[in-house]
């Protein structure tokens, strides 16, 4: 049927699945970055930093009258945090929502992080 030896055949199978093996590691490495890149968080981060989430940053501030969503004391824009109400590790489709963003002290802010784990 075939003039190759089952050594020889033996030999081809393991070198495949070598190959396979590190194919299946690039795109392991590949599909890594991109989940870096494109997670809800990432996301997230990308639009505070835009022009869009930093119109959005100074609209909320002022519909919250310049003060804290979660303590309600006075807040100065370039020391707060956007807050996620429902936060992004249980709800990461809600990463974007604008109703889901406020306005927080940085420590009103991580420290309801800290309750939500
Ligand atoms: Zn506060």
């Known amino acids: 049927m075939s003039d190759i ?3 020889e055949l033996v030999g081809k199978i393991l070198r495949s699945r070598k190959n396979v093996a590190k ?3 690039s795109i392991d490495l590949v599909v890594a970055k991109i989940e870096k890149k494109y997670s809800p ?3 997230f981060d990308n639009w505070r930093n835009s022009d869009d989430g ?3 940053r100074i609209q909320q501030y002022n519909l919250q009258n310049r003060c804290c969503a979660e303590c309600k004391k006075p ?3 370039k020391d707060s945090h956007i807050d996620h109400i429902k936060p992004i590790a249980k709800y990461p489709q809600l990463n974007l ?3 889901n963003l406020r306005i927080t002290h940085p420590s009103c802010n991580l420290s309801r992080s800290r309750k939500d784990i």
């Open 97 to 99: 929502d604008l109703r």
């Open 54 to 56: 930093q119109k959005w």
């Open 41 to 43: 968080r990432a996301e």
């Open 23 to 25: 194919i299946r590691f």
């Open 5 to 7: 030896s089952t050594e």
């Open 75 to 77: 807040l100065e824009l």
